[in-house]
Every structure is written in structure tokens, then in C-alpha cells.
């Protein structure tokens, strides 16, 4: 009988504890463990359970997805987070970037309009905005992900081009979709809760024949966002799946995945200055202002987002010789990003007189790629050392339209360079607001329409890999992996002034390596030391990117990539009977040929930049009750050579923007009676730079979240969450010029989870 993925508990019985999803689902840097096989019910019941004693319960049984990963998790020499179904469920994740929250060492950046809005995760400093895949396969376009259809996460951190292809400067991050699977049962989950709250999830099994199996996942969902009056969002997704040969060694996987979402950008709050012109130049804490949480600066009868996801996936998988598997795997996806929003600028120091400037952001992206990826994993031996290895080919094409809105917003642009105390018509016609006292419902008085001229992106990718986990003993194993690449990309600009401005193009290639070595002591710890690269062409991103992935300019499209490499070591350990896991590594990523601009007209590869650290976790077991998960990440990122210039020179061993030094995650739940679990989670993370400079940041902070489980019987389990317990007003993202997102305060949730 399956287990069901809501959070059942049974303190009577320390056996009936093993088969609590939340007890037993844990990610931290390294390894996570693995839901338990048994069904809550079948726990329940004394005569069953008896039956959880063959179960094998580890810390490291729970893996990444990748067939690249050619070791067990205990054994791979890198640090991979993976998170859990069980874990996303316990926390109330609904998105990527709710979920990606639980892994100390990722921050998040805010967009605007050439930079898009969207998920942009950063890992260990670094952008991997286009370093996000799904099932392997890379998903491109600037989205907002859920997490209705998501088995598992993985993240992969430090460089690792070897293993997903260009850019993946700070890591990778791998969503592993829902499966059909061999038996029948359905989960449906219905969740209400303080502002607006209201969700609602199917995941259905069939089993057809012994041999076909079909999976049905959908989502339904609203809300409003806490402490931010006017902001909302809702959206819905359908994921269909059928598997042909199920349990036989030819087998054939077709899966489509929608996804709608509508929502009404949040505008944030407007940082304060420091200013460099005007009456107030030199002043300015360089922090959000000092306003009330709700205060919305956009036109919210106006701003909007719409993004919309169409993938259609075709796998196909044959096993052969015992020991060998071919997977071909065949995509091809469609999405779009579509919004205006209100940016509140302070680029003409309003905030000092008490105005805010709303600035007209807007961008009309669309995006299609296809793939085809073909992989062969097995294991076999020479004399006396086993080899499990992997190798593919893969081949991409990626094409994406970036348009803007022509938003014309009265009295125009040119009337006092957007300063509001020196033009009462900005006043008069809304375009400037109060800074404490905004009317988020002021009529917009102008007019907006698609531009109609898109930026055209083309890129094509070829790619060859190999990776063998060669094990000589039971004490020394050495992996190894490499890659080539082919990447070029296109792109026209209809709006070019000459025609070397218009036409730009790319054509590089390119090796990435992965070495690392492992000892095991004993069979339950593994100590190692790793070696890998990533590579960093220019146009990486195809049109959505920023900063290190920035898109193809006149002055970079010749450039080589740039190229990062990373030092790691780290070690293992599953203790307490194999309750608990421990890991830690201290590592060293560094860009010794970063881009830099010198002039408007030139940019070089002479920067370096480097970041240090260490990361520590543990998950499991302290006791049959006790349950821990949790991890910290110290970073040291530093901006060592930005390039010549004076300029550029006043940033040298400035941090870089969007990273913190310090992260840290816990979350522990202990069964206080047989049917019911509390929790309690604990998130900090300290200050976060908007820019080189380090003049503008958002403050450090920590959340507190609490949770409560409930197995009422053995259908329905009800699941109580109460986020930012202590409505702690903070921020969580910060543009580099001109704003910062308030996180949602404090929201209670409570979910009925059925089980069928």
C-alpha cells in the first residue's frame, strides 16, 4: 500500500514512527532522507506493523534524479541538496522559490523590466536564473514555478557546467516531475487559510493494465499576499502523464504540464537613496524606506502579470544486458512572461521631499525550446575496479521574443526629468505618489500598447558528456566527468542604431571537468576533495538574463566565456544507527576571467571574483520522536579585480550584490502523542548588498513558521501551518538601484490531505 505524503505521527510506538513522511523527508547540503515505504495506515495498526521492520530507513536512500550523479548521494564528491515531496508538503511550499528557501546558501534577486521578474535564485553568489531544469533537461524562460507536479528538488552547488552545460557558475538547480507508477491510489488536498487562501490539489494513479499507468496532477489556487493590502495571485496547473511498458525494460513516458498564472506585481518599497545629484546628494541610509508594510506605490487597477507554461515531454527508456539503460528524452516547451508593473524610482531623489515617482516597467516575452537528450548509464567492471558510469549527447534549440510595452504616462517624460516637488503636474496626473501615504487605486491617465518590435533570440546547442564513479575498494572511489560543448547564439535587435548593433552572434566551444576522490574510513561516512568547472558564454541566458549572464552585446559577443572553477572538501556521515546524517565542506568558487566594462564601448575579461565558505548540515532522527533538519552556509564573496577604471577600481573587495554572508535553516518536528506531530521551523539570513558599490542592502533577518499534523484516520490528515509566527516585517529581495520586496507576513493555513 502507498504511502501518503501528508504528516502522520505515533509516539506510542517507535516503529510507528518510522512510517512519518515529515520524520524521515529531510534536505540538507549533501544528503536528504527518504519518506518511509509504509503506509500511515498500515503504521496505525499493531497487527502491520511489524512490517516496517524490513524497511531500511537511511539518511542517504533518498537521491538525485540525475543519472549523471553516478554514486550515491554518501558517496558523490560535491555537496547536493535534495528536498523532498514530504518537505515541500510540511512546509506549505507552493513555488520553487518557497521550496529553495529550506537550503541555506541561496538568496534571491528582484527584476524589473529588462531584467525580467520571475524566479531568480542565486546559489553561493552567483545568478543561475538560466541554470533551472526539469528532469534534466534545461527550462528555459523566466518563470514563476510550482510545486503541484514536483517529486523532488535537487540542487547542485558549486560549478558544475560538466553536468548541465553552460553557465551553472554557483550551481544547478533540477526539478524531478511526478511519475506515474505502479499502483493505484488518489491524494486530494484542500486548503483555506488567512488572506484569501484557497487551494486545492489532485494527484490521481491508475494502474490501467499490469503494464500501463497513468498520473493525473492538478491545481487549483488564490490568494492575497500578508501585509501587502492590494498584492494577489492565482493560477492553475494540469500535469497528465501515462507510462507504456511499466515494470518491463522497455518503457515509453508521455507527460504535458500547463501552467497559468495571473497576478498583480508587488511594487515594493522604494530604497533610500544614497543620493548622488540634487539638493540631497551624499545622504540616504541606502535601506527601504522607513514606510508602513502595506504602502503599494503601482496603479493597481492597471499593473498585471500573466505567465503562461505549455511542455510536452516524450521519454523514452530500454534496459539491456542487465546492467545498462538508454534513455532518450525528446521536449519541447512554450512560455511566456507577460506583465507591467510599477517601479517606484527614486532616481530624482523624490523620497526626501515625501514623493515616489512610478515608473512604468513592462515586458512581453516568449520563449520555445526543444531538446532531445539521449543517455546510457550501466556498471561494469575491468580487473578488479567497478566502473558505474553515464554518457549522452544532447541537442537544443532555444528561440525567445523580448517586446516591451509603449506605456505613455502624462504629463511625459521630458517635464522636469521626473522630479515630482519641482512639477505639480506629476502630482496633478498621478505619476508621482506619496511616500507614505500612497492611493494604490489613483487612476492611471495614459495609455499603454505592445511595442511590436521583439528582440529575437536564437541559440543552439550541442553537447557530448561522460562520468564514471570508478570504485576500487571498499575504503577509495574516484569520480570523474567531462563535457563538451558547442553553444551558439543569434540575436537581432530591430531597434539597432547601425547594423553591427542590430546583428549579434556568438559561436563558441568549450570543455568542463569534474574530479573527485573519496575515501571511506567505514561504510557509513565518506570524506573527499573535488575539482570542478563551469563555462559562461556570453548570451547564456537567450535573451532573460542579467549580470554574469547577461545577454549578447556589441562589446561581449566575441568575448570567450567566462570561466569558474571550484576547490571542495568535504565529508559525510550517517550516525546514530543511520539515523542522522552529517555533512560539511569548505569550498572555494572562484572567476578569474569575470566581464567587465572599462567604457561604454568596451568590455574585457580581467575581473576576478571569488567566493569562500562553509557549509554545514544534519537531518534525521535524534530520537524515534525527535526529528531535526537543518543546515548553515558561511560565504566570503568578494569582488577581488573589478577590471581597470577607476570605477571600477573604488568596488575591489566589495561583496557581491544579492548574497549574504551567513544563511541558515532548522526545522524540527517531534511526535507528541500517536497521531499527532508539531513542528517548528527557524530561517535566518543576514544583510544583502543591491549593488557593487554596497551602498544600498536590505537588512538581515529571522523568520520563525510552526506547524501541527493531525492523522484524524486512515483517510484524511489535517495539517495546519502558521507562517512568519512573529509577522516580522522583512525584506527578501532588493533591486540594485531603486527597490526592495517585503515578504508576506504572518499567514495561517490549515490543509485537509486525503488519502485514497
Known amino acids: 500500500m502507498r504511502s501518503p505524503d501528508f504528516v502522520t505521527a505515533a509516539a ?27 503506509s500511515a495506515p498500515d503504521a496505525l495498526d499493531p497487527q502491520k506493523a511489524t512490517k516496517l521492520d524490513e524497511i531500511a530507513v537511511r539518511a542517504n536512500t533518498v537521491n538525485a534524479a540525475s543519472p549523471k550523479l553516478t554514486a550515491p548521494l554518501l558517496d558523490t564528491p560535491r555537496a547536493v541538496s535534495v528536498i523532498p515531496k514530504a518537505v515541500i508538503q510540511s512546509t506549505a511550499s507552493t513555488t520553487l522559490t518557497e521550496a529553495l528557501r529550506t537550503v541555506p546558501g541561496i538568496t534571491f534577486a528582484a527584476g524589473e523590466g529588462g531584467t525580467a521578474v520571475g524566479d531568480r535564485p542565486l546559489i553561493r553568489g552567483f545568478d543561475a536564473v538560466s541554470d533551472i531544469y526539469v528532469d534534466g533537461v534545461r527550462d528555459s524562460g523566466t518563470q514563476t514555478r510550482e510545486t503541484f507536479d514536483v517529486e523532488q528538488i535537487d540542487v547542485i552547488k558549486g560549478p558544475s557546467s ?31 487559510g488567512t488572506d484569501n487562501y484557497k487551494r486545492g490539489t489532485l494527484d490521481a494513479n491508475y494502474l490501467v493494465s499490469d ?103 516524450v521519454r523514452f527508456e530500454h534496459d539491456f544486458a542487465d546492467t545498462f539503460t538508454i534513455r532518450n528524452t525528446t521536449r519541447y516547451g512554450v512560455t511566456s512572461n507577460n506583465y507591467i508593473w510599477t517601479n517606484p524610482d527614486d532616481s530624482s531623489g523624490n523620497l526626501p521631499f515625501g514623493y515616489v515617482y512610478r515608473s512604468a516597467k513592462s515586458r512581453i516575452a516568449d520563449t520555445r525550446t526543444g531538446v532531445n537528450q ?47 516637488a519641482a512639477s505639480p503636474l506629476f502630482l496633478s496626473q498621478f505619476a508621482c505618489t506619496s511616500l507614505q501615504n500612497p492611493n494604490p487605486h489613483d487612476p492611471f491617465l495614459g495609455s499603454y500598447a505592445p511595442r511590436n518590435t521583439p528582440t529575437q533570440n536564437r541559440s543552439f546547442t550541442r553537447s557530448a558528456y561522460g562520468f564514471d564513479t570508478l570504485t576500487f575498494n571498499e575504503q577509495w572511489l574516484l569520480n570523474l566527468g567531462v563535457r563538451y560543448d558547442d553553444f551558439s547564439t543569434r540575436v537581432f535587435v530591430p531597434t539597432g542604431a547601425t547594423p553591427a548593433a542590430r546583428n549579434l552572434r556568438s559561436d563558441v566551444d568549450f570543455w568542463t571537468y569534474q574530479a573527485g576522490l573519496v575515501f571511506k574510513p567505514v561504510s557509513n561516512g565518506s570524506i573527499y576533495v573535488s575539482y570542478g568547472t563551469s563555462a559562461n558564454p556570453s548570451g547564456v541566458a537567450n535573451g532573460e538574463g542579467s549580470g554574469d549572464n547577461a545577454n549578447i552585446s556589441v562589446q561581449t559577443q566575441d568575448l570567450k566565456p567566462q570561466k569558474s572553477k571550484n576547490i571542495e572538501v568535504g ?68 569582488l577581488v579585480d573589478n577590471g581597470p577604471g577607476v570605477a571600477n577600481i573604488a568596488n575591489n573587495g566589495n561583496q557581491f550584490p544579492n548574497t549574504a554572508r551567513n544563511s541558515g535553516s532548522l526545522w524540527t518536528t517531534y511526535a507528541v502523542a500517536r497521531r499527532i506531530t508539531v513542528g517548528v521551523g527557524a530561517f535566518a539570513i543576514d544583510k544583502q548588498y543591491g549593488n557593487v558599490q554596497n551602498t544600498k542592502y536590505i537588512p538581515g533577518y529571522t523568520r520563525f513558521d510552526a506547524m501541527a499534523a493531525w492523522q484524524v484516520n486512515d483517510t484524511l490528515n489535517l495539517q495546519l501551518n502558521v507562517q512568519n509566527l512573529t509577522d516580522k516585517k522583512y525584506y527578501d529581495k532588493i533591486y540594485s538601484s531603486h527597490y526592495a520586496t517585503v515578504a508576506p507576513g504572518r499567514s495561517a493555513l490549515i490543509t485537509a490531505n486525503m488519502h485514497f
Open 374 to 420: 539521449t543517455d546510457l548509464t550501466g556498471e561494469f567492471t575491468t580487473g578488479s575496479i567497478k566502473h558505474n558510469f553515464a554518457t549522452g549527447l544532447e541537442f537544443a534549440l532555444e528561440k525567445s521574443n523580448v517586446d516591451q510595452y509603449n506605456v505613455v504616462q502624462p504629463p511625459g517624460p521630458g517635464i522636469a526629468g521626473r522630479n515630482c
Open 162 to 192: 560538466v553536468y548541465t552545460g553552460r553557465g551553472s557558475a554557483g550551481g544547478s538547480i533540477n526539478i524531478v516531475t511526478k511519475a506515474p507508477k505502479a499502483e493505484n491510489f488518489t491524494d486530494a488536498s484542500l486548503g483555506l
Open 12 to 38: 506510542s510506538s517507535p516503529r510507528r514512527l518510522l512510517a512519518t513522511a515529515l520524520g524521515l523527508a529531510f534536505a540538507v547540503p549533501a544528503t536528504a532522507a527518504e519518506p518511509a515505504a509504509a
Open 211 to 313: 503494464h500501463i499507468a497513468a498520473r493525473l496532477n492538478v491545481m487549483g489556487h488564490k490568494n492575497d499576499v500578508p501585509g501587502r493590502d492590494e498584492v494577489w495571485g492565482k493560477r492553475f496547473g494540469i500535469a497528465p502523464s501515462v507510462t507504456f511498458g511499466i515494470n518491463t525494460p522497455t518503457r515509453l513516458t508521455l507527460d504535458y504540464y500547463h501552467l497559468n498564472t495571473y497576478d498583480l506585481p508587488d511594487s515594493g518599497i522604494p530604497l533610500d537613496g544614497p543620493y548622488t545629484t540634487g539638493p540631497f546628494a551624499g545622504t540616504g541610509t541606502g535601506k527601504p524606506a522607513h514606510v508602513d508594510r502595506n504602502n503599494y506605490y503601482g496603479f493597481a487597477d492597471r499593473d498585471f502579470r500573466k505567465t503562461k507554461a505549455d511542455i510536452g515531454t
Open 571 to 638: 565529508t559525510k556521515w550517517d550516525v546514530f544507527d543511520e539515523r542522522l546524517n552529517l555533512t560539511a565542506a569548505v569550498f572555494r568558487s572562484e572567476i578569474t576571467n569575470a566581464r567587465v566594462a572599462i567604457d561604454a564601448a568596451t568590455t574585457v575579461l580581467a575581473g576576478t571574483k571569488r567566493v569562500e565558505g562553509i557549509e554545514l548540515g544534519l537531518t534525521g532522527r535524534i530520537t524515534e520522536k525527535w526529528s531535526v533538519f537543518g543546515g548553515v552556509t558561511h560565504l566570503n564573496p568578494v
